[in-house]
Every structure is written in C-alpha cells, then in structure tokens.
C-alpha cells in the first residue's frame, strides 16, 4: 500500500508520530540547499536586449529571470496546470495528496502526482530523483521550510530558472530563447502551453529531439486549461495549429570579443550593460562579414561606431566572424591591436600646427625633396608637388609638407599632442622620430576613433566608453576648437570614394608601410567611425590602399546609424577666414627654421656625380654637372679652383688622381653647391 500511495502515508505517520510543536521544529531546523543557483552571466545593450549569454560552469544555459520578465499567460497556465492551489498552500497541496493517494489505491498504480511547485523547486535545487518515500519526504521538509522563508515570487522565480527543458537547457528564459528564438515576455497560447509541458518529461518532449512528443504535449495542456478558463476553446484551437520549429536556436552572441573583454575586467559582475545598440551592432557585423567575403585570403575587418556627442560606442566589431574557421584569426580584436596607423595621425599634425602658428589652411609650403641627415621622406607616389595650400596638402595626404611641419614641432610634442587626445601610441624604443607622423608608431583602432571623436568635439578630448551609465572623465583641449574646425573642414572636403553613399564625412584614410594595415577614420556631427582592414598576423595585402579598401565600408557603417550625414558645426567665431594673401606675412609661406640654413630652391645643385659616389679613374678625367643656379660657373677640387667662368652646365675636370675629392661648384652669385666622391 506504501509503494502505490505516493506519500499520503509518510505525511500521515509523522504527523501521528510527532506533536505539533516537534513537527514546527522540524521543519525550521531543515537545512537548506544554496537558494541562489548559479545562472548564466548576460551582456546586454542600450535597451536591455540581450547580446551574448555565456553558460554556467557545469555547461548548462541557466538565465536569470523574475516572474514579471515573464509572459503573465505562461505563469497562469503553469501554475494552473502544475499547482492550482499554489498561492495558497503552505508547500504541500493537501487535497492533491489525498487525491492522489485515492486514485492510487483504486486503480492499483500511480495515476497522478501531487507536486506542488514549491515541492519542485526543492527537488530541482537539490537534484534530488523523485521515486523513493524518502526523497519525496525529504521535498516535503524543504518544501515546508522554503514557504517560510520565501515569498511565493521567491519561489516561482527559482522554478522560472530552474525547471528542466531538455539537453543543457534550464529555465523559462533559456528555453524560449532556444525553442523560439525571443524572450518569454510575450508568448503565444501554444508557446506557453509546449514550455509547461516540457518539463514533465524534458528529454522525451524536446522538439529538436521528438517533435510529435512535443505537439502532442502541447496540445494535453491546452486542452485541460480549456477546462481551468485559463485558455480559451479559440485560442486552444489556434495553438494546435501553430507550427513548432524543429530547429534550436543559437543563443544571442553579439560583440563576442567585447563582451569576453567585459566579463573578464568585472568577473564578479552577472549582468553587464552596454552601450551598443543591438540592433545595429548586428547590422554592423553583416557588414564586417560581407566586406571580407571573397577577398584576400585570411584577411580581417575591425569596425567602431560611436556617438562623438556622449562618447558612447554604438557597435564595436573586432574581426569578420569570431571563429577561425578560414584562417583569419577571429578570436582576436583587432579593435585593440598595435598597428601602424599609416597617414591617419596627419590631421593631428596640422591642428598642433595652427595652434602653434606655424601654418594656416591656406599658408604656401613646398612639397620638394628633402633630407633630414640620413632620413629622406617620400611620397606614396614617389611625386613631388612643389609650392601648394596647407589645405590641399592635407587632403593630398603628402608626406614632406606633414614631416616639415613635425620637424618644426618636435616629435615630442607630437606624441603629447596624442596623448593628451587619450591616445596610447608605443613607440619603438620609445625615441620618436619624425617618422611618427607618417605611421611610425603603434596605436590601435580604438584609440584612432579616441581621436577623431575628439577632432569632432572641437578638440576636447572624448573618452569613448562602452559601460552604460558609467561617469565620464573630466574633459580637457588637445587643440584649438579653432584649429579642430579647420582640420575638420578640410577633411569635410574630400569627395566620398567611388561607389560610397553621398553624404558628406570628415575623413581621412591610411596604408600601412607595405600594405599592412588599410584605414579609414571619419565622423559628421554626431557620429564617428572607424575601419581596419589587414591580416591579423600582419603579413602584408598587396594592392590594399585605405582609400580603396576601407573609405567605401566606412560611410556604409556611418549610414546604418543616419541616413544622412549629421551637418558640421560652423566654425568658431575667431577663425580667421582668409586667402593666402590676406595672412600676416609670416603664415603666408611656410619656412621653418630650417630656411635660414638653406639655399634657395635656384641655388646651385650638383647634378652629377652625387655626393658619395665612387667613380673609376678615366684618362679622359672627371665629368661634371650642375643643375640651377646662374652661369658662370667655378668648379674647384678640394678647395682648389680646377675649372674658371664655365658658361656650360657640364664640363670634364682634369682630375688624374685616386682618392677622395670634394667638389664645389660656385656660381655667379656666390652660391655653392658640394659633394665629396672617391676616385679609384
């Protein structure tokens, strides 16, 4: 009779057995399981919406949830179907108990069980099987106790994350995520009525595993509840018909390498909020995948999008797909990789330059050969340009006007400049050259938008952050909102890349030394953005140019944000606005410190033989020649005059000696030019 009668008996012995006051006393003195139950830490956005869960240690899906955060018809079909009386029993139903048993001596076998929810919870938190007399004592005792010190939400809520769904899957929430692909707030009749049956029997209801199981129970519940008035006959008859997937879903796992980053800088925390919009990061990983797609093998994409107005970061991608599945290296974010930054820190140089009055957009400077002892900076194209606008200079991207302008500044105050606008630039050796202005340092795709949100912000630097609601740093000026604007208009002033939407961006684009890295950085007035493209391992991509590669992705990615480009600011009111010849003299043409030291562009030149040559002796003796300066010409040997009043612009020397010669050529107006060959 003991075996048939599932636990009528054991309630009805200890209570014979035991006075009411032992009884009391037993049941306070009834030791509890850990009433908090491990469940998966979240990383969620802006709005709450969940970006990526990660699994408790054992491997299971087990999110947090409150009965409010759940469809308030699933908890009245649950506890209509599992626990009528729930809200009003002490955690034992007694009537259920007394049916079951009824049922169970007549008909000679177990019929229906008389669980409560609270009796539920107490086995699912103990992990305890539900066959022998003892163990469904034992629920009993800590059924009793946890309704005295929980409420019924208290209770519900542990059922809510605990309950049983099939394979690694626990819980309201991670079932609706997985079976439905959404969260439980909003169910349909069918929905609610497969998530309360599934745990009855989880393993053989899963709908990825036994989909006519699943319908089947599905359909026993929504028939009883027609009887409860929990369900309509219409909406019963709507929920038979409703189509059950049998296909699981994959878990959120939106901004995978932000959200590792984030739960390994707060790993006690369980819920991290973001300031990223689902929706667009999603947008925004589409995109990074799809640029990538039938390009270079293994190559990468890192992407950032943020709000200059608030600092906050809006999308952040750190590789074309978080698996290495193709060789590229996903798992890692290259949003924080040191790269070379190729021609992208130029703007900054032009803002340190206006400040300290060394230039304005439209000074003249000479676009020319020139040599800083043994470092000679080039174009990309290997062109020169001579005399130009500071302005067009910039959006020419010109080496030798920005290295000029960096000699003048000293590349310290450069590497201030950065690291005042919240820039961490490594520098090898950490002994700056003036080669930092062309690339020549390592920074990372986070701090280039550290940056230019700061151009955006009229020179102030801008902290990008990722941490809703964390406080902002004190602001302080890198440059000029003067100088911030000038820059900013001048950028504002390239035409987008072919193919591009045709908003108007500030925007600057890079090429790493051997085509490395391809950059594209840019804002409008509120948002700023930011592209790398490259191997991770840093071999180079041949043909890889910023301007092509990563300027079209990047007005792709400002247009998920705003159709339209947000307009610039105007300018400040103490701008100078004026042409060439309207500067006070001294801005109208850049010099430096360097002019006074130089010979003037028509000085004399020696065009052959260049300084250091080696040259085999020749009876014929030594040819010489010169290149501008005014005619007639002296060419001495070692000080000594060889050649007097040459007309001509070459001429042979009687040069019959090996060793080493200096040679000078003197022209009319006392203007000299010299090299220092060997003779062998």
């Known amino acids: 009779m003991l075996r048939l009668a599932p636990f009528a008996f054991v309630i009805a012995l200890f209570l014979t057995a035991l006075g009411r006051d032992a009884f009391d006393d037993w049941v306070r003195n009834t030791e509890l399981p850990n009433l908090l139950p491990d469940t998966s830490v979240e990383v969620r956005d802006r709005d709450n919406v969940l970006l990526r869960a990660y699994t408790v240690e054992d491997g299971r899906w087990r999110l947090n949830v409150t009965p409010d955060e759940v469809d308030a018809g699933f908890v009245e079909m649950l506890i209509a179907y599992e626990d009528k009386r729930f809200l009003t029993h002490s955690g034992v139903d007694g009537r259920a108990v007394l049916r079951a048993a009824k049922q169970a001596l007549i008909e000679g076998k177990i019929i229906s069980g008389a669980s409560t929810l609270t009796m539920q919870v107490a086995r699912l938190l103990e992990q305890s099987g539900t066959g022998a007399w003892y163990g469904k004592l034992r629920q009993i005792r800590v059924a009793l106790r946890l309704e005295q010190v929980l409420s019924k939400d208290e209770i519900l809520r542990l059922y809510l994350i605990l309950a049983p769904y099939g394979g690694n899957i626990e819980g309201v929430r991670a079932a609706s995520l997985s079976y439905f ?235 201030l400049g950065l690291k005042n606008a919240g820039v961490r630039a490594k520098v090898p050796g950490d002994a700056p050259g003036l080669a930092v202005a062309l690339g020549g340092v390592g920074t990372s795709l986070e701090d280039l938008v550290q940056l230019y949100a700061g151009l955006a912000k009229s020179g102030q630097k801008e902290i990008l952050n990722w941490d809703l609601g964390s406080n902002k740093n004190e602001e302080q000026r890198f440059l000029s909102a003067t100088s911030a604007w000038q820059v900013s208009h001048i950028l504002a002033g390239l035409a987008p890349p072919a193919g591009a939407a045709q908003m108007r961006l500030a925007y600057k684009t890079g090429t790493s030394y051997g085509h490395r890295d391809a950059w594209a950085i840019g804002f409008d007035g509120r948002y700023v953005a930011g592209v790398w493209i490259g191997r991770p391992d840093g071999t180079p991509v041949p043909g890889a140019f910023g301007g092509e590669l990563a300027a079209p992705i990047l007005f792709e990615l400002v247009g998920l944000a705003s159709d339209e480009a947000v307009p610039l600011p105007p300018p400040p009111p103490e701008t100078l606005l004026l042409e060439t010849a309207e500067l006070p003299q001294p801005l109208q043409r850049f010099k430096g410190r360097r002019a006074v030291f130089e010979a003037p562009p028509d000085a004399p030149k020696m065009a052959f033989p260049p300084d250091g040559a080696r040259l085999a002796l020749s009876d014929a003796g030594l040819v010489v020649k010169v290149r501008d300066g005014r005619p007639p010409f002296t060419w001495l040997a070692n000080g000594a005059p060889v050649l007097l009043s040459v007309q001509a612009r070459h001429a042979q020397l009687p040069l019959f000696e090996q060793g080493f010669v200096q040679l000078s050529v003197i022209d009319s107006e006392g203007r000299a030019a010299r090299a220092t060959i060997r003779i062998d």
Do not use: C, W
């Not at 969260?183 to 989909?211: F, H, W, Y």
């Not at 599945?325 to 190729?342: C, H, K, V, W």
């Open 181 to 415: 692909g959404k969260e439980p707030k909003r169910l349909t009749a069918a929905q609610a009525a497969l998530l309360v049956a599934l745990p009855q029997a989880p393993e053989g209801r899963r709908p990825d595993v036994n989909l006519k199981a699943a319908i089947k129970a599905r359909q026993v519940v929504l028939d009883r509840l027609i009887e409860t008035g929990s369900v309509s006959e219409e909406e019963a008859q709507k929920g038979h018909l409703e189509p059950v997937s049998k296909q699981k879903r994959l878990f959120p796992a939106y901004a995978p390498h932000l959200s590792d980053r984030v739960r390994a800088e707060k790993p006690e925390q369980s819920v991290h909020r973001l300031t990223l919009s689902q929706a667009l990061q999603g947008r925004a990983e589409v995109l990074a995948a799809s640029s990538v797609r039938g390009k270079a093998e293994n190559l990468s994409i890192a992407m950032i999008l943020a709000d200059h107005q608030s600092g906050e970061i809006l999308a952040h991608v750190g590789s074309a797909g978080y698996s290495d599945d193709e060789g590229r290296q996903g798992f890692i974010d290259m949003t924080r990789a040191l790269r070379s930054p190729g021609s992208t820190l130029k703007p900054l140089v032009y803002g340190l330059a206006f400040d300290q009055g060394l230039a304005h957009p439209a000074t003249i400077i000479n676009d020319r050969p020139v040599a800083f002892g043994s470092y000679a900076p080039q174009n990309f194209d290997g062109a020169f340009r001579g005399e130009l606008r500071v302005d067009e200079a910039l959006r020419l991207s010109l080496n030798i006007p920005v290295v000029l302008l960096t000699e003048e500044l000293g590349p310290a105050r450069l590497m």
